[in-house]
């Protein structure tokens, strides 16, 4: 299970080791169908470089495991086999993704109650990973569980946190990952700081604050990426596109009908695309995305924490189509044309959006005897204390011959947009 196999060269982390047990899940085709799964749909209407994928990063993320469980405030408490399935874990956290990633989310979620993590357990344990898994001698269920950060280990609650929590391997890969194929670098984070610096306190994962600048440093790049990557208007605009085409044909084209894991796996960005564009309900859509056609933004406003309750409102189905008739009306132009998005709802679901949400990162300070004091993070960074609050976008979209009127009319039903909030691209 532990021998050494060979490297994969990566661009971001450079070479990383495997072992021959890791190659069989690596070589399996829930894996291989990972290399036909852009990491950020979308993103490419606006950076060109943004087409790699989950397969690297889940290459990557397992790779950042293994450099976690070397950390020697760590390595004590686990033992060989709880490494393996770490590791084996962390290359699989995302195989669950369907076609453009998030975007498909918002199918599972409104038609089957059920999120790409649902997706992840049940494919570790029914398709062929399951028998990999255990015939390599570890527990598919184990596995599965902590790929979504479910094990619940007695008194080892950090397992989970390593591929779930505020500073976790998925996210200190995706930030360095996704920054480098956009070209949208926001300054240098040192991630493999971040991870010599963690312990356990208790048993959770903390940060000691002589890594207080890499963390800082760290939010900053994501609160950078949520803004002009993942929630770039003009990518989310692809995104919206991208999900009403498969809401409009998953009837026809089966979408959320597959009652297997083969059926569900043949779902990617080449099968999915091509069949969209052959259907009669969403090839106009689809034929806009070819041609870059995009949706326009006529409204853009940024809410902040004192604001919360605002944005919380329009995260209601019910309130957001009542807005929506409103501003239709008040422009002369159908409703269907019209779309509300809220980028934290989900109609185009982002799972980034949680890093802007009120959050205390376990930090602590390590006496010379020893003992780990623990601190509160906004009181000792100015940083946290300004970021740790909400920032919540709410935007208004229509076809590019409509954009004029419903700016207007968005700007007097639901308020002016702040110079503040305002960006030029």
């Known amino acids: 299970m532990h021998r050494y196999w060979g490297e994969i060269k990566d661009p971001v982390h450079g070479y990383v ?83 453009f990633s998030h975007i498909f989310e918002h199918l599972l979620v409104k038609f089957l109650n059920k999120t ?12 062929e990973l399951h028998d990999i898994i255990n015939n390599i001698g570890c527990s598919s ?3 599965a569980k902590l790929a979504v950060g479910e094990l619940r280990r007695p008194k080892k609650a950090f397992l989970d946190q390593i591929i779930q929590s505020a500073v976790d391997i998925d996210k200190l890969d995706f930030v360095v990952r996704d920054t480098y194929h956009t070209g949208a670098e926001y300054g240098y984070v040192d991630i493999f700081r971040l991870i010599h610096m963690l312990d356990v306190l208790g048993e959770n994962l903390a940060v000691d604050v002589g890594a207080l600048s ?52 043949a779902l990617t960005d080449y ?25 326009k933004c006529a409204y853009d406003r940024t809410f902040h924490v004192k604001e919360k309750m605002v944005t919380s409102i329009f995260c209601v189905d019910e309130v957001r189509e009542q807005v929506r008739n409103k501003i239709a ?19 185009v679901p982002y799972h980034h959006s949680d890093l802007l949400e009120p959050m205390e990162i376990p930090v602590f ?21 300004v970021l740790k609050g909400f920032i919540n976008i709410l935007r208004v979209y229509t076809d590019e011959k409509y954009v004029d009127k419903v700016s207007v009319a ?9 110079s503040s909030a305002k960006i030029s691209f």
């Open 141 to 143: 269920e184990d596995v």
């Open 17 to 99: 080791y495997i072992t021959e047990a890791e190659k069989q899940l690596i070589d399996s085709y829930p894996f291989q169908r990972l290399r036909r799964l852009r990491q950020l749909a979308g993103s490419e209407f606006v950076y060109s470089g943004a087409n790699h994928t989950r397969f690297e990063h889940c290459i990557g993320v397992m790779h950042l495991a293994g450099k976690l469980c070397e950390n020697q405030n760590l390595s004590l408490l686990l033992s060989e086999d709880e490494i393996q399935i770490v590791r084996m874990a962390s290359l699989l956290h995302d195989v669950g993704h369907g076609p």
């Open 365 to 385: 300070q390590k006496t010379r005897a020893g003992e780990k004091i623990p601190l509160r993070l906004s009181d000792i960074s100015s940083v946290f204390d």
């Open 410 to 418: 968005a700007s007097k039903v639901i308020g002016g947009t702040p």
């Open 116 to 127: 790409h993590e649902d997706m992840t357990k049940w494919l570790i344990q029914e398709s």
């Open 271 to 295: 099968t999915v695309w091509t069949k969209l564009r052959e259907c009669p309900k969403s090839s106009g859509i689809m034929k806009d995305l070819e041609r870059r056609k995009l949706l």
């Open 329 to 347: 009306k008040e422009a002369g132009v159908e409703p269907e044309v019209i779309m509300i998005d809220v980028p934290t709802v989900p109609s």
């Open 214 to 265: 890499a963390l800082e440093s760290f939010v900053l790049a994501r609160l950078e990426s949520f803004r002009s990557i993942y929630f770039h208007r003009v990518g989310r605009a692809a995104q919206i596109m991208l999900a009403s085409a498969m809401e409009a044909a998953k009837d026809e084209l089966g979408l959320v009908d597959f009652d297997s894991p083969e059926d569900y796996l």
